[in-house]
T-cell receptor, first 114, second 111 residues
Framework: DAGVIQSPRHEVTEMGQEVTLRCKPI?????LFWYRQTMMRGLELLIY????????DSGMPEDRFSAKMPNASFSTLKIQPSEPRDSAVYFC????????????FGQGTRLTVV | GQSLEQPSEVTAVEGAIVQINCTYQ??????LSWYQQHDGGAPTFLSY????GLEETGRFSSFLSRSDSYGYLLLQELQMKDSASYFC????????????FGKGTSLLVTP
């Protein structure tokens, strides 16, 4: 398996624009997580899905953020409208659950909002 | 609330042993994990402690004391490539696998 695949790797956008980040989890993994990493706040859990269903979105900072998982092999994180404070590295991760404790992370999307 | 405390920076010499501590205060606890992250890279899994005691994986070991809300990562025979950030993370529930991460410890290994 190629691992968790995220796209794009880098995104630069202007404030107010819509940004969509994409993630393909490892095949067979039942759980998918979106994390955000900044120097100030570290790695924060934004939302996670189990079998394509959102389980906990309490980490989503505000209504400008939304996430979907239309099928087992694809998820998106959308920011609309984007703001400079959204600049961060966004990671997607997946795991099998069922006693497995290792989460596999994608390479991340570095988002810069100017 | 949730809090995980770990030192922000540690420096050690190649070949030495270093211990990175982690204390946590969380509303739920099901296990403690450790992840490594090199600059510009993704976090990668190192170890997991679900029960008290020591887990050993090659040069790396991890320890957990649930009664003390404390754990540590022990790195032996340090190599230059071990220079990275190390994160402890708490698994909050046995019904899900979401992780709450500490701020990370930046380890610098010097010659």
């Amino acid at each position: 398996d190629a691992g968790v695949i995220q796209s794009p790797r880098h995104e630069v956008t202007e404030m107010g624009q819509e940004v969509t980040l994409r993630c393909k989890p490892i095949s067979g993994h039942d759980y998918l997580f979106w994390y955000r990493q900044t120097m100030m706040r570290g790695l924060e859990l934004l939302i996670y899905f189990n079998n394509n269903v959102p389980i906990d979105d309490s980490g989503m900072p505000e209504d400008r953020f939304s996430a979907k998982m239309p099928n087992a092999s694809f998820s998106t994180l959308k920011i609309q409208p984007s703001e400079p404070r959204d600049s961060a590295v966004y990671f997607c991760a997946s795991t099998t659950g069922g006693g497995n404790t290792e989460a596999f992370f994608g390479q991340g999307t570095r988002l810069t909002v100017v | 609330g949730q809090s995980l405390e770990q030192p922000s920076e540690v420096t050690a010499v190649e070949g030495a042993i270093v211990q990175i501590n982690c204390t946590y205060q969380t509303s739920g606890f099901y296990g403690l994990s450790w992840y490594q992250q090199h600059d510009g890279g993704a976090p990668t899994f190192l170890s997991y402690n679900g029960l008290d005691g020591l887990e050993e994986t090659g040069r790396f070991s991890s320890f957990l004391s649930r009664s003390d809300s404390y754990g540590y990562l022990l790195l032996q025979e340090l190599q230059m490539k071990d220079s990275a950030s190390y994160f402890c993370a708490v698994r909050l529930s046995n019904s899900g696998y979401a992780l709450n991460f500490g701020k990370g410890t930046s380890l610098l290994v010097t010659p």
